[in-house]
Structure formats: structure tokens, C-alpha cells
């Protein structure tokens, strides 16, 4: 079975570009959560995907977006980057609400 | 407000001694809880969850965590600890609101581990 991947592993961009951050659902889930984890703390809830729809959005703002493809693979978009929004992103994937699989994860970098 | 806490930021034992790591939540509901563990680098690796039923369980790796409503705890356990144990370890609540399933992350517990 293969696993959650992401893409790229490491990112660097300058303050007000945009970024888009790739992701792999697991093979048989359905369901696919992004989560922004900064340094020296627990990952933080972006939102999720179910069926292509967005499901739930954590705290936060709009210029973060995502789409989830019809083969559950998903993008996470990130507009007008900030320095704050340096961090790892996670993408997990899940079938319905079974345990979060997360995969290792993208190191966004922002100067 | 629902919130997980992991009051020990870094731990450090010798190979071979036991472990706790401590958890509390506050959730309203019957929690669904888990444990992970991140290697340097690396993403999440779920050690063990509790949904319902025994309060006891076991995960991989030989940890376990047992479950106490009264005090609100999910506390991890691993009688022996080996060198490959360092890393950091997450304890997260299942959470339920606004139409969506979500994990709440504690801040993490950094493990070092003494040959």
C-alpha cells in the first residue's frame, strides 16, 4: 500500500509570492487534511477535504486554499506569503474519519 | 474549549528505563485519542488510538496508553526504552465542531534517550 507523499520536500519563497504544496492520499482514502505545523509546536488544523468539497477550515485566513482531485490527491495554494507562514506543512489522509496517515511533510520557507 | 496539554516540553531517560509521557485534554464529548511520534524530518507516525472500550491499549513499538476520564489523561508508557525511541511524540484529541473531524495537537514532548 502506498502511503501519503508530498511535494516538494523543501520550498523556498519570498515574502508576498504564492506557493501551491502537493499531496498523495493514501491509497483507498477518501478524506485529506492539511495541517501547518511552525517550529517547536503541534500541527495546527488548516482544513480538510471530503469528496472535492472542503469540509472544515481551522483559524486560518482565505488567502490559504486547497482542491482535492477526483483521484483524492490535493493541493494546498498559500497567497500573499508572510514570514510567520514559514513552517512544515502536513498533509494527512484518512478514509471517512479512521486515523490521520500523515505523510513527511514540506518545509516552506519564507524570506 | 477543547485543548490538549503536554506539560513536559523535553524528557530524558536511559536506554533500558521506563517512560511516561503525560497527556490531558479537554474535550465535552468522549474523546478520541491518539498518540504520534516524529522522527527529525520526518512526518507523523500514529503509535496508538482510542476510540471506545478498554482503557488500556497497545500500540506499536511496545508503547501503550491507558485511558482515566476522571482525570482527563491519556498518559503513553513504555516499560523499556530503547535508543531508537528518541523523537518527539504528539498527543492529539479528535475533535468534532462546525460540520468537520479534526485533530487538536498538544505542543509535543521531546524524548532524549542516554546510552
Same mark, same amino acid.
Given at each position: 500500500e502506498t502511503g501519503v507523499t508530498q511535494s516538494p520536500t523543501h520550498l523556498i519563497k519570498t515574502r508576498g509570492q504564492q506557493v501551491t504544496l502537493r499531496c498523495s492520499s493514501q491509497s483507498g482514502h477518501n478524506t485529506v487534511s492539511w495541517y501547518q505545523q511552525a517550529l517547536g509546536q503541534g500541527p495546527q488544523f488548516i482544513f480538510q477535504y471530503y469528496r472535492e468539497e472542503e469540509n472544515g477550515r481551522g483559524n486560518? *485566513? *482565505?488567502?490559504?486554499s486547497g482542491l482535492q482531485f477526483p483521484n483524492y490527491s490535493s493541493e494546498l495554494n498559500v497567497n500573499a506569503l508572510e514570514l510567520d507562514d514559514s513552517a512544515l506543512y502536513l498533509c494527512a489522509s484518512s478514509f471517512d474519519n479512521s486515523p490521520l496517515h500523515f505523510g513527511n511533510g514540506t518545509r516552506l520557507t519564507v524570506t | 474549549a477543547q485543548s490538549v496539554t503536554q506539560p513536559d516540553i523535553h524528557i530524558t531517560v536511559s536506554e533500558g528505563a521506563s517512560l511516561e509521557l503525560r497527556c490531558n485534554y479537554s474535550y465535552g464529548a468522549t474523546p478520541y485519542l491518539f498518540w504520534y511520534v516524529q522522527s527529525p524530518g520526518q512526518g507523523l507516525q500514529l503509535l496508538l488510538k482510542y476510540f471506545?472500550?478498554?482503557t488500556l491499549v497497545q500500540g506499536i513499538k511496545g508503547f501503550e496508553a491507558e485511558f482515566k476520564r476522571s482525570q482527563s489523561s491519556f498518559n503513553l508508557r513504555k516499560p523499556s526504552v530503547h535508543w531508537s525511541d528518541a523523537a518527539e511524540y504528539f498527543c492529539a484529541v479528535g475533535a468534532f465542531g462546525s460540520g468537520t473531524y479534526k485533530y487538536i495537537f498538544g505542543t509535543g514532548t521531546r524524548l532524549k534517550v542516554l546510552a
Open positions: 486560518f *485566513p *482565505p488567502r490559504f | 471506545s472500550g478498554d
